[in-house]
């Protein structure tokens, strides 16, 4: 069984997250889904650290990191995948997505719910990350 490590982000910008779709399938998520920035940690690579480099790599974002959000592991087939989700703030610069995702969008939390297509997953972590900023 292959064991992956991965980090993804829900990056907030004026009361709304960025909403990355995909342009391809992976072994956990559908091409054409939208979902959070995300992927794999490099061996021995310090997860604070990840998340800003995937951030970078497929969105161009700088972020500033608040806190890790929530922590989930799943089976597939022969893939067993741990992940860590942090709560970001958004900095600077302009979202430029890289050849694994063709659009993006900012939405506020209420409008998630309207998304077609969207990882189920991503509704349940913006509702613990709208708690967490109005702490």
């Given amino acids: 069984m292959e064991l992956q490590i991965s980090v993804s982000a ?10 990355i779709k995909r342009t391809k399938f992976d072994e956990f998520g559908k091409k054409g889904s939208w979902t959070l920035p995300c992927g794999r940690i490099k061996i021995y690579e310090d997860l604070n650290k990840a998340i800003i480099r995937e951030l970078k790599e497929e969105t161009n974002l700088n972020v500033k990191l608040v806190k890790p959000l929530k ?57 613990i990350a709208i708690k967490e900023i109005k702490k």
């Fill in 10 to 19: 829900i990056v907030v910008k004026s009361k709304k997250i960025l909403l």
């Fill in 71 to 127: 922590v989930w592991s799943k089976r597939k087939n022969d893939i067993w995948r741990v992940s860590i989700c942090y709560l970001c703030k958004y900095k600077n610069s302009k979202v430029k997505l890289s050849k694994e995702h063709d659009d993006f969008l900012w939405v506020s939390f209420k409008e998630i719910k309207k998304i077609k297509n969207i990882e189920k997953w991503i509704k349940e972590y913006a509702k």
